[in-house]
C-alpha cells in the first residue's frame, strides 16, 4: 500500500474553520481519499468522467482541506469504479465514489452550524422519523387545540379557518428562515476552508477575481443540467454494474425542478396575499395551483425513481451507513408531495383539517431536517462546484512536462 | 461477484465420455470458440458474432479480472490522415511505419505491419459502435495527442463495453475457464480441452490469450542465468494480469506450430521496485528519470538519463535494469525536479544530503557521492526546459547525460527504487494477413490466433505506446471474421475495411 501524503508537511493558512481543525492530522476517511487520490493522480484513466480527476491534477499531495473539496465534488455517479484497473480485488482496493462517500457526510456534520446539531446527520433516519412525528403531532393537537376537532363540516378549502394564515406564514417563515441560516453558515465555513484563493499570490487572487463571472455561469450550467451525472460521454452514470443509464439524471432532474415548482407556487402564493390581496384557497387553474402541482408531480416521480435507483444501486460504491438520511429525505420528499395531492384533492370534504394538519406536519419535517439530512449536498456540492470552475481558471503551478 | 457461470448442463458434459462431446445440445459446441477474454479476443468474438456465427467466448480469470493486459491499457495508436475527433493533425501511415520501424529496430513484418497500421485509421467507428467511448489525451500526455487516442476511463472501459456488447449480441462468455490443451487434426481445430477436462468441441477456433509474461517459471528459464550467476527474471515484475501463464503457447509451439520471436523480448519498462507482482499496471511507472540521475547497486550511473524524452526512452529502460547486478537501480532527484513529472505512486525516500540518501537506500554512501560529484561537476551550464531537448548536458563523464543536467544539489534528495517491469512478452505464434495458425508454413483452415499472441509477427522488439492495441484490435476482428468464414458465415461489412487495410 502506497503510504498516505506527508502528514507532517505544514499546510498554511487559518488552522481552524468553524469547527474544522485543518492542521489536524488526517481522520481515517481523510487519509483514505489521500490514498486513493495519490494512486488515481499517478493512474489519470478516470480523468474524462468528472470534474473530481482534473480537480486532482492540479496537485501532488491532499490534506483536509483538499479531501473535503473532492469528497463534495464527487457525485458518486460510478463510473471510475467499474473502469478501475485498481478497484476491489487488487490489493490496492481502490474505490473512490465509496471513499468519497464516506467523508462526504462526514463535512456535512462538521461544518454544521450548530456545530452540535451536526450529530443529527449520524442518525439520520431517527432525525428524519422524530421530525416527520413531531410534525405531525404539532400539526394535529394544534388542530384540535384552535378548533376542537380534526373532522369538520366542508369548509370549501379554506385552510384559514383551520390555522390563520399569519399563524402558519410565521411558524413556517421561522423554521424556514433558521434552515437557510444554518445551512449558508455550514457552506460559508465550508467555503473558508477550501476557498481556491486560500494562500494564494496576488497573480492567483487576481485570476481567481476574473474567473468569478464565467465560474458562477458554468457551476449554474453544471448544476442545471447536472453535468456530471452524465459520465462525461453524456450516457449517464453506473447504477448497479458497469452499464451506463441517464436515469438517475433524470430523475433528479425531476426532484430539483419539482422542488423548484413548489418552492415557486409558494412564492407565487405570498405575493397573491400580501401584495394582490388574494386570499387562498386558489383555484385549480390559478398560477399557485399550477405550479404546485406540476412541482409535485414531479417530487412524486423524482423521489420514486431516485428511491427505486437507490435501492438498487450496487452496495459496493455505497456508504450503506448512508441509507437512512438518502432514503429518508427521499421518503419526505415523496411524502409532502402526496399529502399536498391528497390535501388538494379532499379540501372540499370534512377532512380537510385532518390532511391539512398531515400535509403541514409533513412539510415542516422537511424544513426542519433540510439543514441536517441529504439536502445539504445541493448546498455543499454547488460551493465545491464553484470552486471547481474558479480554480480551473486559475494558472496551475504544476509543470508536468512531456509526460 | 460473478463465479463460474457454467450451467448445470455444461458440467455435467465434463463428466460425459467425450465420445458424446459432439452429440451436445448447440449451445455447448458454437459455430466458434474464442480462447482469452483481452481485446484481441472481445474483438473476435464480436465480429463472428456479427457475421451470424454462434460464440461461444472462455476466460480463464474470474468476472472480476476479466479482460487480460487490455484491462490496464489507456489508447489506440491510430494512423490519420487528417484531424479526427480527439486526434489532432494528421498521423499518415508512412510515420507511424517509420516509427515502429526505429523502435523494432527492422525486425517486424512489413506487410503486416502496414495492415494493422492501415487498418487502425478505420476502425474507430467499429468501436465505437460497441460502446467504446474516445476522449482527447490525458493531462501529462499531450506529446501522443497526434498519435493516440485514448479510451475514456482506460481499458477497462473498453473490456466492460464489450462484454456488455458481446452479450447484448448474444455472445457467450464463461468466467473462471482456462484451457489446457487443444485437440488438432492435420492443423484443423477440433476441439479445446479446459483445465477441468472439459472437452469443447467447435468449427473454429480463435486463440487470443496473451504470452507467457505472467509464467514467472518460463521467464526464468528464458532469461537464464547471467554473469553474475543471477536468475535475472527472478528479480521482474509483472505490469499486467496474473492470468496469462502462456500455456496454449507453449501447447501451440509443442504441437509443432510455427512460432516467431525472442522469448527474452518483452515490453519491457522500469517501474517502481515496490509495485505488486502482479496488475501494477499504469501507476507504477517512475516518470523522473530524465530529471536526475539512475545509480545501480553499486551506486554507479550506466546510461544517458537524457537521451530523449522519457516517454520516448521508458521501454529500453526495463531492459537497462534488468541488466544490472540485482536487477535494481535508483532514481535520484533533487526538490528542482519536483511537480515536473507524473507524481509517482508511492512516497520517494526523502533526505536532506546525498550521503545521507544513500544510506537510506542502502548504497555505499562514498562510491554514491564520487558518482554525483562527477556528475554535478560535469553539468554545463544551459537553459534548463523539460519540454523540449534542452541544451543542459555533461561534458567529460561517462555515460553523459545528454539533456536536462542540472546539478543535483537542492534538498530534499529524493530516490525512488526501479525494477524491470514486465507487459507482455513477443513469443508468439507465426501468422499471415489471415490470422491464421500456421503449421510447417501452412496456415490452418481454422484456428486463428490474436492480440498478444502474434504480436511478435510485426514488434520483434522494443515498443511505442498504444501499438499493442493497434495490433490486437487488427488481428482480433480479422481473426474472428475469418473463423466466423470457415464456419460458414461471412461478415456482412468488412470486406471493404479489410482490403482497405491490406492495401488492395
Redesign the interface.
Known sequence: M??VT?MAAPIAGGACEGGVNLVAALSADEQEIARVM??C?????????CAVF?AM?RR?EFNKADTHYLANLCHNCG??L?????A?????AVNVPQAMARLRVRTYQDYAWPRAFGRLYERAGLTVAFALSGGLALFMILAIAMNGRLIHEPLAGNFYAIFPHNFLASLFGVVFLFAVLALAIGVVRFWRAVSPTKDANAADIAAAAKARVPAVAEATHDIARLTYLGG??G?GCNEDD??FTLWRRRFHQVTLYGFLLCFAATSVATLYHYLLDLHAPYAFLSAPVILGTLGGIGLIIGPAGLLWLNLKRDAQRADVKQNAMDRGFIMLLLLVSVTGFALLLLRDTRVMALWLAIHLGTVMALFLTLPYGKFAHGIFRTAALLKFNIEKRMPN??????? | MHGNERSVDERAATKTDTRFASAAPTGASPDVLVIGGGNAALCSALMAREAGASVLLLEAAPK??RGGNS??V?NLRCMHDAPQDVLVEAYPEEEFWQDLLKVTGGITNEPLARLVIRHSSRCRPWMRKHGV?F?PP????L?VARTNA????????LV?AYY?SAEALGVKVRYNTPVKSLELEDGRFIAAITEAGERITAKSCVLGCGGFESNLEWQREAWGQNERGEWTAENFLIRGTRFNQGVLLKFMIDAGADSIGDPTQAHCVAIDARA?LY?G?????I?CVSLGVVVNREARRFYDEGED???KRYAIWGRLVAQQPGQTAWSIIDQKA??????????GTKANTLPELAVKIGLDPAVFMDTLNAYNAACRPGTFD??ALDDCRTEGVTPAKTHWARVIDTPPFYAYPLRPGITFTYLGMKTDATAAVRFQDVPSSNLFAAGEMVAGNVLGKGYTAGVGMSIGTAFGRIAGVNAAASAGHRHPTFQEELAYAAGH
Open positions: 502506497p503510504p506527508d495519490q494512486i493522480n499517478a493512474c489519470r484513466y478516470c480523468e474524462g468522467f482534473p491534477t501532488l463510473s471510475c467499474y473502469a478501475c484497473q485498481y476491489p480485488p487488487h490489493e490496492f462525461g460521454h450516457e458497469d452499464a503551478r504544476l509543470g508536468l512536462g512531456g509526460e | 472480476e479480472w484491462m490496464h489507456r467511448h476522449q490525458l493531462s501529462g500526455a506529446h485514448f479510451f475514456m476511463g482506460g481499458g477497462k472501459a466492460n456488455r505488486p496488475d499496471g499504469i501507476c507504477t511507472r516518470d524524452f522519457w516517454p519536483i511537480g515536473r513529472f507524473m507524481p509517482p505512486v508511492f512516497e523539460h519540454t
